[in-house]
């Protein structure tokens, strides 16, 4: 295709109504039908990256491969397109004007006035546009994060504005909206959405095509109501109604037609209906299973399932390609304690021990390992969740009482997990974590290798605290195996407990990479020994 073809999705009237979910279902029907799609998040604040905000605050951090600390929408655009995403798929308004800041010290804007417009927004735009000149992309699916109206996404609408100029035949705008049921009147109201369209309008930009996110199902009138109050062809007009899954959305959209509209406008060829069998099948596995496997998270922020979304999905993923129905269970791992871990974890088909930083909850981790360890439950910890592993290793089978993370104790007698000499002196948030893509040893016959099936794999990481290598030999002595190095450190990345069924613990995020098309192979093996342990339980 000769002309990058830039689409933008907006959202208004209420925020959190899914832009990155409907993002991702027409990057996925656009890609079905051979095009080279990828799809990037614009945050209007003012945080240079989500790397330093409180999970409470904006949920999971996602990692690209670059090591970029990015929104965590970027996780369902790799899961849903099986993409590898990087630091410019991912922009905040931090970012924008410490750019702007940088080339106005530079003397880049030869001592002119800098302003929002056309500083800002050309930095908004070159950003845009560069995605898909340097890597020639068929499709840049560009999200603007935030609702039309707030001051914080002005800068971002006003580029879109622009932009629609410049870009002529090249730019498709999708503007998604609330439409509420009102219990009352028995009916739904579709003023919200006029009023939000009739705001972007204001801004100087027509949407193309609206997305109604309802929960009751919308008839025809209601549709074409829509389409003649917001000036927007009969037809296009989607409804994105409730599922029981947002991997059914892409089929939705496409029974409606989404993909097909916009490339009828786009004057594309649209005859061929999109490739989705492998997406399909998935779906129908996903309502094939009927037994259930159970799984336990244990995690500090367990009452806010966004903080682990990575994980949840991964699970969800493994559990639908071993015929299982994911029933999960998220506790809070300062409310674990030694009388309490049976009654809340003895059920478990599996346990998986969440990554985290700081002090709080880690005791009731160890509580969480220790049971599961002396159980035999299939248990997996991820970053902090395999540090704990070591910690409580130490400190129950090594008897060293006091061994911990300096992280948790730097006056820790026992240093099992510390920081690496050339990271000790940097002050500086996020100058000390190792993050991003790093190579990866596995040792022939570990469970990481039946696992992957290969001994040389790439994993992403977001940490600052390493597996001390002095206490290795101590602890493989007493049964705990290092079966997974980097091979330019030979720092840890992976420890097994191999007398046991499945006891694993990675220092990197395999959740990170698990897609819906490829999920990742550790869980596809813990959720394969979870399952074996519901039928050995059940027997």
């Avoid at 614009?42 to 970029?68: A, K, R, S």
């Avoid at 109206?149 to 002005?154: A, F, K, L, P, Q």
């Avoid at 599996?350 to 700081?358: E, H, K, N, Q, S």
């Avoid at 690496?420 to 893509?437: F, H, P, V």
Wanted: hydrophobic residues 35%; aromatic residues 8%; contains cysteine.
């Amino acid at each position: 295709m000769a002309d990058t073809k830039y689409i933008f999705v907006t959202g208004g009237v209420v925020s959190s109504l899914g832009k990155g979910i409907i993002a991702s279902s027409l990057g996925k029907l656009l890609q079905a039908r051979g095009y080279k799609v990828t799809i990037q998040k614009f945050d209007p604040y003012i945080n240079v990256d989500p790397g330093t905000l409180n999970p409470y605050e904006h949920g999971e951090c996602f990692v690209t491969v670059d090591g970029h600390e990015a929104d965590l929408d970027l996780g369902h655009y790799e899961r849903f397109l099986n993409i590898q995403t990087t630091k410019e798929n991912n922009i905040t308004t931090g970012r924008i004007y410490q750019n702007v800041i940088l080339k106005e010290r530079r003397g880049d804007y030869l001592g002119k006035t800098v302003q929002v417009i056309p500083h800002i927004t050309d930095e908004i735009k070159r950003n845009i546009k560069s995605l898909g000149v340097k890597s020639k992309f068929d499709f840049v699916i560009s999200e603007i994060g935030g609702t039309v109206g707030d001051i914080e996404s002005t800068p971002y609408l006003e580029a879109v504005r622009q932009l629609r100029w410049e870009l002529g035949k090249n730019c498709f705008c999708i503007h998604l909206t609330y439409v509420p049921y009102i219990a009352a009147a028995g009916e739904v109201k579709t003023k919200p959405t006029q009023h939000s369209v009739k705001e972007l309008q204001s801004l100087g930009i027509q949407p193309d095509m609206l997305v109604l996110r309802t929960e009751r199902k919308l008839n025809k009138e209601i549709l074409d109501k829509v389409a003649l109050f917001c000036n927007v062809e009969h037809g296009a007009v989607m409804q994105s109604v409730d599922v029981t899954t947002i991997y059914e959305v892409p089929i939705m959209m496409q029974r409606q037609g989404m993909d097909e509209i916009l490339l009828r406008k786009l004057n594309l060829p649209y005859d061929e209906d999109p490739n989705m069998e492998a997406w399909n099948a998935f779906l129908q596995k996903r309502k094939d299973a009927k037994k259930a496997v159970n799984i336990k998270l244990v995690g500090k922020y367990a009452e806010l399932p966004d903080a682990y979304k990575s994980i949840t999905e991964s699970l969800s993923q493994a559990a639908i390609y071993n015929n299982r129905k994911l029933e999960l269970d998220l506790y809070q791992s300062d409310k674990i304690n030694s009388d309490n871990v049976a009654e809340l974890l003895g059920k478990a088909d599996g346990i998986i021990v969440a990554p985290g930083f700081g002090q709080r909850g880690i005791e009731g981790k160890f509580e969480a390992l220790k049971y599961a360890r002396e159980n035999d439950i299939p248990t997996f910890g991820i970053c902090l969740g395999m540090q704990c592993m070591v910690i409580e290793y130490a400190r129950s089978v090594l008897h060293l009482e006091d061994a911990n993370s300096t992280e948790m104790d730097t006056m820790a007698v026992h240093k099992v997990i510390d920081l690496m000499e050339e990271q000790k002196n940097i002050t500086n948030m996020g100058a000390s974590m190792r993050l991003g893509s790093y190579d990866c040893n596995l040792k022939k016959g570990s469970l990481a290798f039946k696992a992957y099936g290969k001994t040389k794999i790439k994993e992403r990481h977001r940490h600052r605290y390493e597996f001390n290598n002095q206490y290795k030999e101590q602890l493989e002595a007493a049964g705990m195996k290092c079966t997974g190095f980097n091979p330019d450190s030979d720092l840890v990345e992976v420890i097994e407990v191999p007398e046991l069924r499945w006891y694993l613990g990675t220092q990197f995020h395999p959740e990170y990479s698990s897609t819906v098309i490829s999920p990742n192979p550790l869980f596809m093996s813990f959720m394969a020994e979870a399952a074996i342990t519901k039928e050995l339980r059940n027997k």
